[in-house]
């Protein structure tokens, strides 16, 4: 089993073409709906009394909720807008509301989970909540520019507690002080990250794993219409596909980077999570084989 803890969120996105309102969002939701593609995945979060019931039953197809809570207050916002390429997003307004109060419980039969998955989030919430864990294989995080401006020494602390880090690239830079993605990467794995993985939007990724250098470019894709939880989506197929293996060898680890691509490039198609909640399990491996296509010469 995998447990996702993070963000439950109602997002505001503005594009050029289309305002949504209140839609169902967050880190967390991305990537635990993007995760049970492959595997049993369990999801931690907290919403507050305002949560549409319809959204609650959207998530309880596809994840275990008994670690997901509600709480008196309202759910946490985001408020984002994206410029006319949609590769610039700015926030307009984060509004944590429950989030910031919320002391996470790990449900007894989470605690077996062997993969944990950290979404952005508090990082300190982060750091005490995988101490709960009985006997975790393989965990993971992610962190955005709101922790790193806020919290960043707790980020680093955070990094030190997981195998992997999932960040994109202008986070990497901001968070490490670098410039050059190799450079950043190194001092996240002098911090105590065994791999790193620096997304690059519509430029696919880099994994790094010691001197090993894996760079996977995005699916091509002509349409893109909403780009919010790419990255969720990306961080979620990943580690889902991991649980779903006897073995987190360096083979695997490419492999579930590429389904992360994947995954991304499903969420990117449609507007919210419409991306995702309207796939199959079938039409995700012949992407990946047009992907295999693509990349081979």
């Not at 990497?172 to 791999?195: F, Q």
Request: charge should be positive.
């Amino acid at each position: 089993m995998l447990t996702v803890f993070g963000s439950t969120a109602l997002d505001t996105i503005r594009t050029p073409t289309r305002v949504l309102k209140d839609v169902l969002g967050g880190a967390a939701t991305f990537a635990g709906i993007s995760a049970s593609f492959f595997v049993d995945t369990g999801l931690i979060a907290v919403v507050g009394t305002d949560f549409p019931k319809k959204y609650r039953n959207l998530l309880s197809r596809y994840l275990d909720l008994s670690g997901f809570v509600t709480q008196k207050g309202k759910t946490f916002r985001y408020d984002g807008s994206y410029d006319d390429t949609l590769s610039k997003r700015t926030t307009n307004k984060t509004e944590l509301n429950v989030l910031g109060q919320f002391k996470p419980i790990v449900p007894e039969k989470y605690r077996k989970s062997e993969f944990v998955y950290l979404a952005n989030n508090d990082p300190d919430q982060n750091s005490s909540l995988i101490k709960e864990f009985d006997n975790v294989r393989f965990s993971m995080c992610d962190t955005i520019e709101y922790w790193i401006a806020t919290k960043r020494a707790s980020v680093i602390k955070m990094i030190k507690t997981v195998d992997a880090v999932v960040i994109n690239d202008e986070e990497a830079k901001l968070l490490t002080k670098e410039h050059n993605l190799i450079k950043c990467a190194k001092k996240m794995m002098s911090w105590g990250a065994k791999y790193v993985i620096i997304k690059k939007g519509e430029h696919g990724s880099l994994l790094f794993v010691e001197d090993i250098i894996f760079p996977s470019v995005a699916f091509s894709l002509e349409d893109i219409v909403d780009p919010t939880g790419a990255g969720d989506s990306f961080a979620g197929a990943m580690i889902g596909y991991l649980a779903n293996k006897r073995k987190t060898s360096l083979s695997e680890i490419k492999k579930a980077v590429i389904y992360g691509n994947v995954l991304g490039s499903f969420a990117v198609e449609k507007w919210g999570l419409d991306g995702l909640t309207k796939i199959t399990k079938k039409q995700i491996e012949k992407r990946v084989k047009q992907y295999q296509n693509m990349v081979e010469f």
